[in-house]
């Protein structure tokens, strides 16, 4: 792991808040196929993409994650904010195709899609492993060079 090469900025987050976002993002994500509702799918892609893509402050999940970790008195943690924006790029991405294959009624793909996504969330929230910093080592930064 000490080979990744992460995307790199300035701005920090709280790595506390990242790893409280994936756990509502797993729980979103699960409820949304179990209750069979593509407005749970909706509300993830939107906040993805005002993580992604916007200079937002906090998005909804990071605003319910941020009440959940003062509530809890979590110690801050900074770690920088680009590998978070990215995952969060990537995160997007995957939920586009998930609500777009739900839509089409093709739902094991989605569920298949979706479980990677639960995966990669899965190993932030109890890990802290960024999969955006593997997949940009690996896939991205090649085509770089």
Not at 21 to 43: C, E, K, Q, R
Not at 86 to 103: C, E, K, P, Q, T
């Amino acid at each position: 792991m000490r080979q990744l090469v992460c995307p790199i900025s300035k701005d920090v987050v709280d790595e506390k808040i990242t790893r409280i976002n994936a756990l509502i993002g797993i729980l979103l994500l699960i409820t949304a196929f179990v209750m069979d509702s593509s407005i749970f799918l909706i509300v993830l892609m939107a906040d993805f993409f005002m993580r992604a893509f916007t200079n937002v402050k906090l998005s909804p999940i990071s605003y319910v994650s941020y009440c959940l970790s003062n509530a809890l008195n979590l110690k801050e943690k900074p770690i920088a904010k680009a590998p978070k924006i990215f995952a969060a790029r990537l995160g997007f991405v995957m939920s586009l195709i998930i609500v777009g294959l739900f839509f089409a009624q093709l739902n094991t793909a989605a569920i298949v899609v979706a479980g990677m996504l639960v995966f990669f969330a899965s190993l932030e929230f109890a890990a802290g492993i960024c999969m955006g910093c593997i997949i940009y080592t690996y896939i991205v930064l090649p085509f770089y060079k």
